[in-house]
């Protein structure tokens, strides 16, 4: 019988999540105190009591530890995509799977730092670039499917992108606010303005 947790996760499930996260921490805390090029992969797993091979089960690099989204959330936001009521629209479907996955991403205690990482060292940017084009690849996936469309199809791709923009510009907004600051808030305002065909805000 498969042990499942409270929020429906199997016991197998739970430890590789513990194992995820405390390499992305590990990761976090030696990018942010030596800078990601003096750190190793070696080092990541040493400070996260983890072997390379283990380490190299999730991520394809050291520098992947920092990207807010990874392969299983993208495969996530195309299962959550499909999930939505039938006859909604493409961009609330968009703008209800990304603020989940923002919710998410928002447990983790580094994630903020993560996030910081990416932005002040130009050697992870690239990386942060290709997730971002990632992330847009799997909204263009659900997006193809909810409107009958081919996923080469420039509606799909666009629309894809501009929900992609708007939950960076959210981060980045967030990132330069106060501590009070929040993303989600700043995601709704971003597809409010979307929904309402990007017209100047009347204050």
């Avoid at 690849?137 to 666009?158: H, M």
């Avoid at 989600?184 to 929904?195: I, K, N, P, S």
Wanted: negative net charge; proline residues 5%.
């Amino acid at each position: 019988m498969t042990t499942v947790d409270d929020d429906g996760c199997g016991l197998r499930e739970r430890k590789k999540r513990m194992t995820r996260s405390a390499l992305r921490e590990a990761a976090v805390r030696l990018f942010g105190e030596h800078g990601p090029e003096a750190v190793t992969v070696e080092d990541i797993c040493a400070a996260a009591g983890v072997s390379p091979r283990t380490f190299f089960n999730y991520f394809a690099s050291k520098e992947e530890t920092v990207l807010p989204f990874t392969a299983d959330t993208h495969d996530r936001l195309v299962q959550e995509l499909r999930q939505r009521p039938a006859g909604e629209e493409p961009l609330p479907a968009l703008h209800a799977v990304l603020r989940a996955a923002v919710s998410r991403a928002m447990l983790s205690e580094t994630w903020q730092e993560e996030a910081r990482l990416l932005r002040v060292h130009p050697q992870l940017l690239h990386r942060g670039i290709a997730a971002s084009r990632s992330t847009q690849g799997a909204l263009a996936t659900g997006v193809a499917e909810r409107t009958g469309r081919e996923t080469s199809d420039p509606y799909v791709w666009l629309v894809a992108a501009v929900a992609t923009t708007a939950m960076r510009v959210a981060v980045d907004v967030w990132q330069e606010g106060t501590e009070e600051s929040d993303p989600l808030a700043a995601l709704d305002q971003a597809f409010q303005w979307l929904e309402q065909g990007l017209a100047p805000p009347r204050s």
